[in-house]
DNA sequence: CGCGAGCTTGACGTTGTTCAACTAGAGTGG
DNA sequence: CCACTCTAGTTGAACAACGTCAAGCTCGCG
């Protein structure tokens, strides 16, 4: 579904990744962009598919997907505002990861020639992007560091801190992932996941009733994301 | 140590990645690079200092190592001719890895400074030094997949093709590595490579003896890092 | 000849996966 | 409104994978 986009210069990318181009620029940019409403479960991008467009989410919860062989890894999981897509652009327009919303999602779809010609012409701009995209791939190591060195009380204690600090910025918060996306994120099975979720909240370190978290004592599993 | 460095035009960097720039531009850039020697052990780039140089490794093989709390995590194996440092000058010219020798090696160490004056004025250089440390950090993040989902045949079995595919070129090879430093670059105990290497060694897909390693049968081993 | 670092080996215990059975809740159709 | 089905979540038991440990080995070097 597409809406009208006369509200361009008051969206958050103006001022954050689009604050170095001019008004000329930003409006070249902005004439070509095209909003989107994704449901629950749908793909924003599609891994192994050639990339047209660059989604900036306006509003919902997403996961960065990688497949191989059938089984899923998430890469990350981001929250609106933020520019998906850039990962993808600096090689051969592919994408690399797949985007997947976890709630319902509005994007607004920006033309990837466009915003590849912008990069070209202003050399602050292009230093932004290539800085944004290497602080997603930065995160995404990190997180495979904790996957392949931690276990699974760490590594879960690490999803929950994450979520908690970036997502739902709240010792409180109401889950958008499943049992099994949890899993996949943490890089274990999903009893393993369960039994590590059941075993946090009997030790009173945190507080866990179907999707809904609570985070009772963050230096507690602060210590075991650390030890492992 | 230093050499001179009159032979830059015939350098292997200057039909690469620097096949873009102007007799002019690169004749800026080798004005102000330096020719090391680092013997086996070296740091080479040391994690989380200032980096002033990139080093544009002639010879040797050296490791990009990740280091959290004592423990290394190994993330590639590399040899020249290569480029060592660019993940670094993208955001805040601090080192992300260290980078250590192997073994003997060669390298130009080029100015930071007089590297991003030239992406700056050049767009297709840019992009060209853009797509160079994109294609690390995928390589990155390819082996923490590996890392964080195959179990230890399979791992073992990326280690050895990628030893054998990108860096010796060779079915047949003396390892620059330890035991230990397999164990890193896999993601398990140094006792957990040993066990592995022998019974690929009892099933004949390689033959191992001490450092020597050769690939008796490719396919099987290929078999292996598929399926995990 | 003796020392030490890296390598090797096997035993053992922990961790985590797999499997199978069961439960709860949401959606569907008669 | 009640079966029926389907999916997600939960549980525990059996098993396999892996790390840790402790002991012994090898080889190069002083």
Redesign the pocket.
């Known amino acids: 579904m597409i809406f009208d986009n006369k509200k361009c210069v008051e969206c958050h990318l103006r001022d954050t990744l689009c604050k170095c181009l001019s008004d000329n620029e930003f409006e070249a940019l902005a004439s070509y962009s095209r909003l989107y409403v994704y449901k629950k479960g749908d793909v924003i991008l599609d891994q192994d598919t050639k990339c047209f467009e660059l989604v900036y989410l306006t509003k919902g919860v997403v996961k960065f997907v990688l497949n191989n062989d059938g089984r899923e890894l998430i890469v990350a999981v981001d929250k609106a505002q933020t520019l998906i897509g850039l990962a993808n652009i600096l090689n051969e327009d592919i994408n690399y990861f797949s985007v997947i919303a976890l709630t319902d999602c509005n994007g607004c779809a920006i033309n990837l020639s466009k915003f590849k010609m912008l990069m070209m012409n202003n050399k602050s701009f292009m230093f932004e992007v290539m800085s944004l995209s290497t602080q997603m791939f930065r995160g995404a190591i990190n997180n495979f560091i904790s996957v392949a060195r931690k276990?699974?009380?760490g590594r879960v204690a690490d999803v929950l801190i994450y979520l908690s600090d970036k997502i739902y910025n709240s010792r409180k918060f109401v889950l958008d992932l499943?049992?099994?996306e949890l899993a996949d994120f943490a890089?274990?099975?999903?009893?393993?996941i369960?039994?590590t979720?059941?075993n946090l909240n009997n030790d009173n370190i945190i507080k866990?009733s179907?999707?809904n978290i609570e985070i009772l004592d963050f230096e507690k599993l602060a210590t075991i994301s650390k030890v492992g």
Do not use: D, P, Y
């Open positions: 276990q699974s009380n499943s049992r099994q890089g274990c099975s999903k009893e393993q369960i039994h979720l059941r866990v179907g999707k």
